[in-house]
Every structure is written in structure tokens, then in C-alpha cells.
């Protein structure tokens, strides 16, 4: 709520570049956007950021039940030694991925 206008702005407008990007990248027919402000709305981060979460066809049987999904369960989740892991050369070449297809649409510069 501190941001000004412009900043608001930008920050909508950047996000609206970044979930296209994920969505080319990951192959996503959808998204959600989520911002979280105070403890009671769920921010667990004390500072402004977008949660995008990428959604597929049939992901869940509800498609709305992903943030009582996510809220329901998150110390489980985070905690949870059965959480599917990526390999760090699979995520390296995500990371490289991402970083290649940003700086070829003008996101990213280094």
C-alpha cells in the first residue's frame, strides 16, 4: 500500500512480461496472481512481491482450490523431506533457459 502509482505500474506491468515469459517457457495454458499484504492475508515475507503460479488443464479438480491447497499445507510442503526436489543441473538449465529467452525479449540484460 506505500507504492505510488507509477510504482504500482511498473510493478503490474513487469509482471504481465514475466508470467508471458513462464508461460512460452513452461508450455502453461493459465496463471494465477497472488499478492499477499499483512499476516492475515497470508504474507509470510515482509515486502511487496507477486506469487505467479503457473496453471495447467486438470491440475486440480477445482481449478480455484489452489491457494487453500497451498495455505492449507505449506509448513507440510516447505518441510516435507517427499517434496519433489529438481536436481541443481535441472534447475541450472532452467535458470539458463529463462535467462536466454529474457534477455531475447528485453527482460533481462545480463
Known sequence: ???GEEEVS???LFSRRVTALLKKAFKA???NWSVQEGEAA???LSHLHMHIVLR???DLP???DWYPKIQGNYKAILDSASRPRLKITEI???VKSLRKQSREEGL???
Do not use: K, N, V
Open 56 to 58: 495447467f488443464p486438470g
Open 62 to 64: 477445482d481449478p480455484g
Open 29 to 31: 495454458e493459465s496463471f
Open 1 to 3: 500500500m506505500e507504492l
Open 42 to 44: 497470508g504474507q509470510t
Open 92 to 94: 541450472d538449465r532452467i
Open 108 to 110: 533481462y540484460d545480463r
Open 10 to 12: 511498473e510493478m503490474m
